[in-house]
């Protein structure tokens, strides 16, 4: 079963602007992942913030964690054409045997 | 560092054939995880192993299903007899230890006619 939902499920953005992608989850966790897929290749790690973190940042990335509200963000800031990409988060469910479940993504469109 | 390696990248086979995939982790990952990602979803879990051990195999449908790490290094998942919504990308992903980040590898796109 999926774990997260992202919403939207599709986003397209002109070059420059910046991109909002939300998660909601279900059960306690210890930490959320948000990784990013290009069209024919595997996932790859983007960012994990853990349940006693609200925010973090990395490069033109910024997360932010809501526990009591079981939500999730990731901004991307000046988007590029190369952001195109599908965008999940994951999480890290507490007390289960410490694996990921993957929402069903956003798709990005960053249009040139 | 070399990624997560895969293969085949694609296969096309008749429903009711079998099919295997390997996939080759990084080297010092101790854990290995098989996803399913049909089109327009996120990826499934399959099974998860710990070296050569099963964490967590409860999501692989085990009549058709079967995985194997032998040594504690490469995996091979096989599929037999395949159906037709067996048509997927097939992952693979290692990590260094539960539940650190995961490193995928390209996947194998399956097609089943």
């Known amino acids: 079963s999926q774990q997260g939902e992202e919403d939207p499920q599709a986003l397209s953005i002109q070059e420059g602007e910046n991109a909002t992608m939300n998660c909601s989850y279900k059960t306690s966790i210890n930490n959320l992942q948000w990784y990013r897929q290009n069209s024919g290749r595997g996932l790859v790690h983007l960012i994990l913030?853990?349940?006693?973190?609200r925010e973090k940042h990395s490069g033109r990335l910024r997360v932010t964690l809501d526990t009591s509200k079981k939500s999730s963000s990731l901004l991307i800031t000046a988007s590029r054409a190369a952001d195109t990409a599908s965008y999940f988060c994951?999480?890290?469910?507490?007390?289960?045997?410490?694996?990921?479940?993957f929402g069903s993504g956003t798709q990005l469109t960053v249009l040139p | 560092e070399a990624g997560v390696a895969q293969s085949p990248r694609y296969k096309i086979i008749e429903k009711r054939q079998s099919v295997a995939f390997w996939c080759n982790p990084i080297s010092g990952h101790a854990t290995l995880y098989w996803y399913q990602q049909i089109l327009g979803q996120g990826p499934k879990l399959l099974i998860q192993?710990?070296?050569?051990?099963?964490?967590?195999d409860s999501q692989l449908p085990k009549d058709r299903f079967s995985a194997e790490r032998l040594k504690g290094v490469d995996s091979t998942l096989k599929i037999q007899p395949a159906k037709l919504e067996d048509s997927a990308v097939y992952l693979c992903a290692s990590s260094y230890r539960l539940p650190d980040t995961q490193y995928f590898g390209p996947g194998t796109r399956l097609t089943v006619l």
């Open positions: 913030i853990r349940s006693n973190e």
């Open positions: 192993f710990q070296n050569n051990g099963v964490v967590d």
């Open positions: 994951a999480t890290d469910e507490s007390g289960s045997a410490r694996q990921l479940t």
